[in-house]
């Protein structure tokens, strides 16, 4: 099994910055990537980003590419999601996720989410 514990959530201002950080623990040989979801109120769960674990190949969402970045420490098995030129339309809950299916919108191990809140 694979533990992950998300960081960071909170109230920021429309154009703001936030950083995520998701600490993994556990069974973390069994990796191969770790990313992020976001679900918002009365809306279906969204994929955010991905990145390898072994590599840096990283894989964002139309809707945040360019101002959404994903990073790892390996050593501190952690990943970040840097969130820039935050929207209102970015308010969600966020969910790390490790083994992640993209395209199908599924993982194998998630956390227990963490509350961004963006004002206008």
């Known amino acids: 099994q694979v533990q992950l514990v998300e960081f960071g959530g909170g109230l920021v201002q429309a154009g703001g910055s936030l950083r995520l950080s998701c600490a993994a623990s556990?069974?973390?040989?069994?990796?191969?990537?770790v990313g992020w979801f976001r679900q918002a109120p009365g809306k279906e769960r969204e994929y955010v980003a991905t990145?390898?674990?072994?590599?840096?190949?990283?894989d964002y969402a139309g809707s945040v590419k360019g101002r959404f970045t994903i990073s790892r420490d390996s050593a501190q098995h952690t990943v970040y999601l840097q969130m820039s030129s935050l929207k209102p339309e970015d308010t969600a809950v966020y969910y790390c996720?490790?083994?992640?299916?993209?395209?199908?919108?599924?993982?194998?191990?998630w956390g227990q989410g963490t509350q961004v809140t963006v004002s206008s």
């Open positions: 996720a490790a083994n992640i299916a993209p395209a199908l919108g599924r993982a194998d191990f």
């Open positions: 556990g069974r973390t040989d069994t990796v191969y990537n």
């Open positions: 990145i390898a674990w072994n590599h840096y190949i990283t």
